[in-house]
Nanobody, 120 residues
């Protein structure tokens, strides 16, 4: 009942920037926390950043000061502005949210992922 679609990934040089977007659609009664995760080759999926319904943010130590998460509640969209990108940021980035749909149950939803490659 809720679908997430990421966009904005691509190839960028070290030190460059990218802006990821994730739009939620479907029958959404309430949107709670939204976040971004990533999974690099050979590594477990890790939390990158999360933003609460009230706007509080939390970042992984590896991205703090470089990435900024934000949300547009009217559009049910979450963004991730990534600056000063490093090769170690290369990963598939996944959008995540907790939402109450038409079924009346709060569930966790995931996007399909978007590839971010940082390379010279």
């Amino acid at each position: 009942q809720v679908q997430l679609v990421e966009s904005g990934g691509g190839l960028v040089q070290p030190g460059g920037s990218l802006r990821l977007s994730c739009a939620a659609s479907g029958s959404i009664f309430s949107m709670y926390a939204m976040g971004w995760y990533r999974q690099a080759p050979g590594k477990q999926r890790e939390l990158v950043a999360v933003i609460s319904s009230g706007g509080s943010t939390t970042y992984a130590d590896s991205v703090k000061g470089r990435f900024t998460i934000s949300r547009d509640n009217a559009k049910n969209t979450v963004y991730l502005q990534m600056n000063s990108l490093k090769p170690e940021d290369t990963a598939v980035y996944y959008c995540n949210c907790n939402a109450r749909s038409s079924g009346g149950v709060v569930r966790t939803y995931w996007g399909q992922g978007t590839q971010v490659t940082v390379s010279s």
